[in-house]
């Protein structure tokens, strides 16, 4: 079977803990990164120091209705046994979720590219994307050109996350157009990342979720 996803509300839930087979223990809390303009509904998730811009990131199948919705990351303070919490602590996001509609998520599907099948996967297997930058994103598809000098280490995306200081490291960048880009670390740095869709009682989007496999053991019930 694929990989089955856990409850991720748990991961956004302030106060969720987890251990480490080390010991080391991690307390997780939300943070709020900014609103999306999602003028299609047609939602990417990728590396942008990778493809943003390059015309060859695909929107998963699933849409949703334009609008603006608000991103936000789980993120995860970790603490060795025996290592006292230091001025700045160890901090990594351990998923990012693009939140389409405050209700309660009863359900999680795997988020999929036209033409991928989950039916085909082996065990614990998953569709994800790439990370060779140590960070993800979410925009919307119509603005893949919206933000120019991105390859070129440059332009408004580089401007957002540099300017995080000694924040949590999400960032929103604003692109032309009125576009806007939800940016954050991808958990432990490069890699291959799932994203999950979230759904409510009555069948409807409530929210994707990116998870960065910071959580060692799943939370919650299985969908």
Not at 20 to 38: N, Q, R, S
Not at 102 to 127: K, N, R
């Amino acid at each position: 079977m694929p990989m089955t996803p856990p409850d991720y509300t748990w991961h956004f839930t302030p106060g969720s803990a987890f251990a480490f087979e080390d010991g080391t223990t991690g307390t997780l809390a939300p943070v709020a990164i900014g609103d999306v303009t999602l003028p299609t509904g047609r939602i990417v998730a990728c590396d942008p120091f990778v493809l943003l811009g390059s015309g060859d990131a695909e929107p998963f199948a699933v849409t949703v209705d334009p609008g603006r919705y608000r991103a936000e990351a789980a993120i995860a303070t970790l603490l060795r046994p025996g290592t006292p919490q230091g001025a700045t602590p160890h901090t990594r996001v351990a998923a990012a979720r693009l939140v389409i509609r405050d209700t309660p998520v009863v359900s999680w599907e795997m988020a999929v590219d036209e033409g991928q099948d989950p039916a085909v996967l082996g065990e614990d297997e998953f569709y994800g994307y790439g990370v060779d930058a140590g960070t993800g994103c979410f925009y919307d598809a119509a603005a893949d050109g919206s933000f120019p000098g991105t390859e070129e280490e440059e332009g408004a995306v580089w401007a957002a996350m540099e300017a995080v200081g000694d924040g949590p490291d999400v960032f929103l960048a604003e692109g032309e157009d009125g576009h806007t880009l939800a940016g954050f670390t991808s958990g432990w740095g490069d890699g291959c990342y799932p994203t999950w869709i979230g759904r409510d009682a009555e069948g409807r989007v409530a929210c994707f979720v990116t998870d960065f496999l910071i959580v060692p053991t799943p939370k919650g019930p299985a969908a």
